[in-house]
């Protein structure tokens, strides 16, 4: 299980990394009316619900929103 353990570390700064760019371009959607950044935002929170279903699967605790 250790090798799971190790994903779930990786996948933890992945997701870390994906909230922050959501919040970058939820920032610009809002501040620039950026209509593409909010669509793009839209599609990295799917992907960040992803990631932690991935760390969920291997045993690890999701992230806290």
């Known amino acids: 299980m250790r090798d799971a353990e190790h994903l779930v570390e990786q996948l933890a700064a992945i997701e870390e990394e994906l909230r922050d760019l959501a919040f970058e371009r939820l920032r610009s959607a809002t501040e620039d009316g950026d209509a593409d950044a909010l669509a793009e935002e839209k599609q990295i929170l799917q992907a960040r619900r992803a990631v932690a279903r991935a760390m969920s699967a291997l ?6 929103d």
């Open 59 to 64: 045993g690890g605790s999701a992230p806290l």
